[in-house]
C-alpha cells in the first residue's frame, strides 16, 4: 500500500513568490492535515480537511490556504512568501475524522521543504 | 501559546541506558497522546499511543507513562540503541486536531 506522497520534495522560492505543494494521501484516506515543521518550534497545524471541507484551521494568516479534491488529494498554497516561511511542510492522512474511541492515526509523507531566499 | 510543553530539547543517552521524554499538556479535553518518531529526512512516523484511563503503556522497549492529575506523560525508551537516533515528538489530540511538542532530539552513543 504506497503511503502518503508529497510534492515537490523539495523548492527554492523567493519572497513575494507564491508556491502550491500537493499532498496524496494513502488510499482511501479521506481527511487531509498539513503541518509545518520549523526547528525549536516542532510541527504547527496549518489545517485539515475532510471530504473537500475544512474542517480546521490552525492559528496561521490568510497567506496559507488549502483544498482538498474529489480524490481526496490535497494542495496548500502560500502567497507572498516571507523568509520565515521557510520550513517543512509535512501532509498527514487518516482513515476518517477521530470519532471518540477510534485512534486516528495521522500517517505523514516526508515532507516538502521550502527555502524562501 | 504551545499547547503540549515538550522537554528535554536534546538527549544524548549512552546504548543500553534509559532514555525519558517529558511532555505536559493543560487542556483537559485531550483523549489522546500518541508519540512519533522522525528520523532525518522522513515524516514523523507513530511509535505508542494511550489514552487517559490508563496509566501506563508498553510496547517492546517503549513505554508510556500517563499522569491524569499532573496532566504529565513520558516517553521511556529501555535498553536504548543507536537505531533509537531520532527526533521524538510528543502530542495531544481532542477530535482531529493534533497539538505536537516542540520535539526532543534523541542520540544513542554506542
Redesign the interface.
Given at each position: 500500500k504506497a503511503g502518503?506522497t508529497q510534492t515537490p520534495r523539495y523548492l527554492i522560492k523567493t519572497r513575494g513568490q507564491q508556491v502550491t505543494l500537493s499532498c496524496s494521501p494513502i488510499s482511501g484516506h479521506r481527511?487531509v492535515?498539513w503541518?509545518q515543521q520549523t526547528p525549536?518550534?516542532?510541527?504547527?497545524?496549518l489545517f485539515?480537511y475532510?471530504s473537500e471541507t475544512q474542517?480546521?484551521k490552525g492559528n496561521f494568516p490568510g497567506r496559507f490556504s488549502g483544498r482538498q479534491f474529489s480524490n481526496s488529494r490535497s494542495e496548500m498554497n502560500v502567497s507572498t512568501l516571507e523568509l520565515g516561511d521557510s520550513a517543512l511542510y509535512?501532509c498527514?492522512s487518516?482513515l476518517f475524522?477521530?470519532a471518540?474511541g477510534d485512534?486516528?492515526?495521522?500517517?505523514?509523507?516526508?515532507?516538502s521543504r521550502l527555502t524562501v531566499l | 501559546q504551545q499547547q503540549v510543553k515538550q522537554s528535554p530539547q536534546s538527549l544524548i543517552v549512552q546504548k543500553g541506558g534509559i532514555s525519558i521524554i517529558n511532555c505536559a499538556y493543560e487542556n483537559t479535553a485531550f483523549d489522546y497522546f500518541p508519540w512519533y518518531q522522525q528520523f532525518p529526512g522522513k515524516g514523523p512516523a507513530l511509535l505508542i499511543a494511550i489514552r487517559p484511563d490508563v496509566s501506563e503503556k508498553k510496547e517492546g522497549r517503549f513505554t508510556i507513562s500517563f499522569n491524569k492529575s499532573a496532566k504529565q506523560f513520558s516517553l521511556h525508551i529501555m535498553d536504548s540503541q543507536p537505531g533509537d537516533s531520532a527526533t521524538y515528538f510528543c502530542a495531544a489530540s481532542t477530535g482531529n486536531q493534533f497539538y505536537f511538542g516542540t520535539g526532543t532530539s534523541l542520540t544513542v552513543i554506542p
Open positions: 502518503v481527511s492535515s503541518y525549536g518550534q516542532g510541527l504547527q497545524f485539515e475532510f474542517r480546521n509535512l498527514a487518516s475524522l477521530r471518540t485512534t486516528g492515526e495521522l500517517f505523514f509523507g516526508e515532507g | -
